[in-house]
Nanobody
Framework: QVQLAESGGGSVHTGGSLKLSCVVS????????LRWIRQALGKEREGVAT???????SYSDSSKGRFTASKDSGKNTFYLQLTDLRPEDTAMYYC??????????????????????WGKGSPVTISS
């Protein structure tokens, strides 16, 4: 059974930082595309970052320069460091394993907001 266990959400003021974690278990292979996708209340899902099978991150225009995605292969754990947070970053943040769009080695299309397996989400709230 594939599971994605998320942690690290919270509430901070504008300019603050948070670090999200996502532990992936149950997959019979180690290399896959991991997506970070957020959804604000009343809005569509938005991809903010990906990490491919090499551990190489890609970012959306809204996250570039402020968010850092990384992978600890030994722990099957992915991280999303959020810095310089703004009220418009308020959303539920999901990590998701994508086995359908591009594969483990071609994961740079951050705009894809669909995936195969999803975590339950981490709430991030930014107050001004």
């Amino acid at each position: 059974q594939v599971q994605l266990a998320e942690s690290g959400g919270g509430s901070v003021h504008t300019g603050g930082s948070l670090k999200l974690s996502c532990v992936v278990s149950g997959l019979p292979f180690a290399d896959y595309c991991l997506r970070w996708i957020r959804q604000a209340l009343g809005k569509e899902r938005e991809g903010v970052a990906t990490v491919d099978g090499y551990g190489e991150p890609s970012y959306s225009d809204s996250s570039k320069g402020r968010f850092t995605a990384s992978k600890d292969s030994g722990k099957n754990t992915f991280y999303l460091q959020l810095t310089d947070l703004r009220p418009e970053d308020t959303a539920m943040y999901y990590c998701a394993v994508d086995l359908e769009h591009g594969g483990a080695w071609s994961c740079s299309d951050v705009a894809v907001n669909a995936a195969t397996y999803w975590g339950k989400g981490s709430p991030v709230t930014i107050s001004s």
